[in-house]
């Protein structure tokens, strides 16, 4: 792999069942691993990237949960079918998915961070665009709710790069995929 080449990273936490969310977008699952002082690498990796790919269902929850969406100072590009201005570096994209994607890493720069949601991840699976996966295993069941990975995609070999786990219970998986 070349120095200069950018990879895409899907960085999420979900339950040990594969949710992101459960029923109706709760995202109360999270608070089990919650601890002052521990952000679970989420500060370094966050240093090596300077765009982000996050749909708009997934902005929006961040939004409505008094949330300010705090990488200001990267380009985010927010998927969506209706069209609005930019704010800043807040970009709205209705185009490709697969031609943005293209395009960010025919440029040079750090790393391209997917913040989701699902049928973002779900798109850029079935592409082949996502090049790592930084999953952070929640120690619960949930049952139901918004399946991180959905159903009818192609399969992908994945290789292990590291795996880490934590006092609360948390298990994070580094994977990359096998053909890098």
Known sequence: MMETERNLILYSAMSLDGYIAGPDEDLGFLSIVEQEGEDYGYSEFVKSVDAIIIGRKT???????????????KDVYIITRTERPS??????????????VASLKSEKGKNIYCD???????????????????????????????KL??????SEKLKLVGSRSFPKGLVQLHYSRDDK
């Not at 902005?59 to 100072?73: F, L």
């Not at 704010?87 to 943005?100: A, E, M, P, R, V």
């Open 59 to 73: 902005y929006d929850k961040v939004i409505s949960m008094g949330y300010q969406y705090p990488h200001t100072d």
């Open 87 to 100: 704010i800043g570096t807040f970009k709205y994209y209705t185009g490709s998915l697969n031609d943005l």
């Open 116 to 146: 989701g949601g699902a049928e973002i991840v779900q798109e850029l699976l079935k592409n082949k665009q996502i090049d790592e996966f930084v999953i952070s295993i929640i120690p619960v069941l949930l049952g139901d709710g918004i």
């Open 149 to 154: 990975f959905k159903d009818n995609r192609p």
